[in-house]
């Protein structure tokens, strides 16, 4: 019996150990195969994640790009853009006196750009100011502001910005163009962009600004490109020197022609190309946002230019060019606020609506009220200006840019055309506003300068001319 319970133990466990080898080894590589998954898994993870990097860095790049040339556009509207357009408006002996104004502002404004004015626009703060976080423009480099500009580094932000407050004060130049004191000017320029610029670009732009329409404004107001920020605040200003400074002497009994219509036809050509940088670089991103913009900027100026030179053709019987290039300005100026919110055929029709407008304003409104706004800044950027930022709040729709959003994501309505009425009312508010600060700003600001060193240049300077009395040049040589 014993030896038939070993004989039978040992079978036992003989066969238990047949069969446990094969289960052993299956076990074995299932272990083996699971690690080899999990590795695969991992590599081709990471894998994934350096292609989503490289699509990252690959857009980055390509924004990038896009707003620096857009930067340059923008630039190249003050000079040479604006600079050969008011250049070739005035006689020939205040030319030089002209466009050196436009030219030294764009040195102004880049240093106080590069102390404060970054800062004052477009750090959080008030709601009418931002505060100097980023004075002398600390912490400001390669790292984006996902609150402005998520794709591309933020000292592309802020050069492109500065190409904007560049502008601004220099289309105030036209009202006051052969009359004020090179020295009186920069002292304006420099307090303006400070109390009027900064703080309307700010409330409209700026994170926690009163009007901004996506970072926690109160009464959110819709601005593209700088409807309000640029052309109501310095149209409105230029309205405002004119009337302070009075008439050019002779104005408008003596004949005063542009001297060089050669000069402005090639300086508009300039800020249309540019107005691109303007308008579709406001996209901030080379996407179907800065297509659809740059569409509508180049029709609007089209329209413009046409509706200006009809009423002009009706009324005098022939179309100028100084009419067609003036028109295609107003048109430009009046979808700078809706070029990021509208379609094709709504840009048509505010373009076509500015430039008779504005031509009224010009050729009508001035002659009635007499002011000598000499170069028809407030005509052109105060009158398009406002009535662009008011059209903006009309056709502005979802489709074009879903910019209000519900809790759940979902793309509420835009403008009046698209079911929100109240936009318009908000646009009313923001333009009233622009319309107040540059009103009461540069008041103020021309009573400052009056005092510490007279806006006007003496009777026999003004018969001389700037370029001369100003700056001891002339713009042309003519002798052989």
């Not at 926690?208 to 605040?233: C, K, R, S």
């Not at 200006?385 to 959003?405: D, E, Q, S, W």
């Amino acid at each position: 019996m014993r030896r038939l319970f070993l004989g039978l133990l040992l079978g036992t466990l003989l066969i238990s150990g047949l069969t446990a080898a094969p289960a052993c080894a299956q076990s074995t590589d299932s272990q083996g195969a699971a690690a080899g998954s999990a590795s695969s898994s991992a590599s081709l993870q990471e894998q994934v994640g350096k292609l989503q990097q490289q699509v990252a860095d690959a857009r980055s790049s390509g924004d990038n790009a896009w707003m620096l040339v857009c930067a340059a556009l923008v630039l190249m509207m003050t000079g040479p853009g604006l600079a050969l357009f008011y250049g070739g408006l005035v006689r020939k002996k205040n030319v030089l006196g002209t466009m050196m104004q436009s030219f030294i502002l764009l040195a102004i404004v880049t240093v106080l750009w590069a102390l404060f004015g970054y800062s004052l626009v477009f750090h959080s703060g008030t709601r009418f100011i931002g505060n100097l976080g980023y004075l002398f423009l600390h912490g400001v480099g390669a790292a984006p502001n996902p609150d402005y500009a998520a794709t591309i580094p933020q000292e592309t932000f802020m050069v492109y910005q500065l190409m904007f407050a560049i502008i601004t004060p220099a289309l105030i130049t036209g009202a006051f163009a052969e009359r004020m004191k090179f020295s009186a000017m920069v002292v304006f320029m420099i307090l303006w962009t400070l109390l009027v610029y900064d703080p309307m670009a700010h409330m409209v732009w700026g994170k926690g600004g009163l009007l901004n329409a996506t970072l926690g404004g109160v009464i959110p107001t819709l601005d593209f490109a700088g409807g309000t920020v640029v052309h109501i605040t310095s149209g409105v200003s230029a309205l405002v020197c004119a009337l302070y400074l009075g008439k050019r002497l002779g104005y408008p009994h003596e004949p005063m022609p542009p001297h060089s219509v050669v000069l402005s036809f090639i300086g508009a050509c300039l800020l249309w190309v540019g107005w691109f940088g303007f308008n579709a670089g406001s996209a901030l991103a080379a996407g179907s946002l800065a297509s659809s913009a740059f569409v509508a900027t180049h029709f609007a100026a089209a329209a413009a230019a046409l509706g200006w030179s009809a009423a002009e053709w009706l009324r005098n019987g022939k179309a100028s060019v100084l009419g067609a290039i003036s028109g295609a300005v107003a048109g430009l100026v009046a979808i700078t606020p809706a070029a990021g919110f509208v379609g094709p055929m709504s840009a048509l029709v505010i373009g076509l609506i500015a430039g008779v407008l504005c031509y009224l304003m010009v050729a009508k409104v001035k002659g009635r009220f007499g002011y000598d706004d000499s170069l028809d800044a407030f005509g052109v950027h105060g009158a398009g200006g406002t009535v662009g930022a008011l059209l903006t709040g009309v056709f502005a729709v979802r489709a074009v840019n879903p910019i209000f959003k519900d809790a759940q994501g979902n793309a509420l309505a835009v403008g009046l055309i698209d079911g929100n009425a109240r936009q318009v009312i908000n646009q009313f508010v923001g333009v009233v506003m622009a319309w107040v600060l540059a009103i009461v700003g540069t008041l103020v600001i021309l009573k400052i300068v009056d005092v510490l060193v007279g806006l006007r240049v003496r009777e026999e300077h003004e018969i001389q001319g700037l370029d001369l009395s100003q700056h001891g040049e002339e713009g042309y040589n003519l002798e052989v």
